[in-house]
């Protein structure tokens, strides 16, 4: 998924810093979870997923790939050791949390 993500930074000219990056990383979290918020009123009701929380799910997995880009890190690997780090501590204490 990163290499079609930085295919397509590199198509359009997209590059900028990773600064940029991560503030519009956090813009489309925000985004996403104001489609969560609408979808239960709130809390009101049950979640029920939508077009637009879908849409916006990807626009935060598109924007979180272009980060990884700009930082020179590989998503998968650091996902596959974020996995393993959790498996760990579930294994050890139950809980993923780090306890912090």
Request: glycine content about 8%; proline content about 1%; aromatic content about 8%.
């Amino acid at each position: 998924m990163q290499k079609a993500v930085k295919e397509f930074l590199d198509e359009f000219s997209l590059h900028t810093s990773p600064e940029t990056r991560y503030l519009d990383l956090v813009a489309e979290i925000g985004e996403l979870g104001k489609e969560i918020l609408k979808a239960t009123d709130y809390g009101k009701k049950y979640f029920v997923k939508t077009t637009q929380i879908a849409e916006e799910t990807g626009d935060c997995l598109f924007s979180l790939l272009a980060l990884c880009e700009e930082l020179g890190v590989n998503g998968e690997e650091v996902l596959l050791r974020a996995l393993a780090k959790y498996r760990k501590r579930f294994e050890e204490k139950g809980s993923i949390d780090s306890g912090k």
